[in-house]
């Protein structure tokens, strides 16, 4: 499935699509940036709460293929800046870490 793919089959907003056509091939929610920078996979949507420019710098280590801002966060211009600079796929939903996680773990099966 790819970001653009995600976005028709949930609706999520997207804030940024670098590379639309990003494969996504697995998934990883988490806060706190240490941990996910251990633990995301090349290719995960990463499900995440936290807004700060750091994120953008996680999302360019973990390689993932798009990062969904959860819970109607919505990062400011800051960190939209940096993720356009490291190629990276933004996108936020009002629902819950737990609907999107269900959500993307049933779409890709």
């Given amino acids: ?3 653009h793919e995600l976005i ?6 997207p804030l940024l ?3 639309g056509d990003r494969e996504v091939t697995g998934g ?3 806060d706190l940036l240490s941990w996910v920078m251990g633990r995301a996979e090349s290719g995960d949507c990463w499900v995440t709460i936290m807004s ?16 969904v801002f959860s819970e109607g966060v ?15 796929n ?4 009002e629902k819950s870490t737990f609907e999107v996680c269900a959500e993307v773990g049933a779409l890709l099966g």
């Fill in 1 to 3: 499935m790819t970001v």
């Fill in 74 to 88: 919505r990062p400011d211009e800051p960190v939209i800046a940096a993720a356009k600079l490291h190629g990276l």
């Fill in 17 to 19: 699509l670098s590379d």
């Fill in 90 to 93: 933004l996108l936020m939903t």
């Fill in 8 to 13: 028709e089959q949930t609706g999520y907003e």
């Fill in 28 to 30: 990883y929610a988490g």
């Fill in 52 to 67: 700060n420019v750091n994120v953008a710098a996680v999302g360019q280590l973990t390689d993932c293929a798009c990062i």
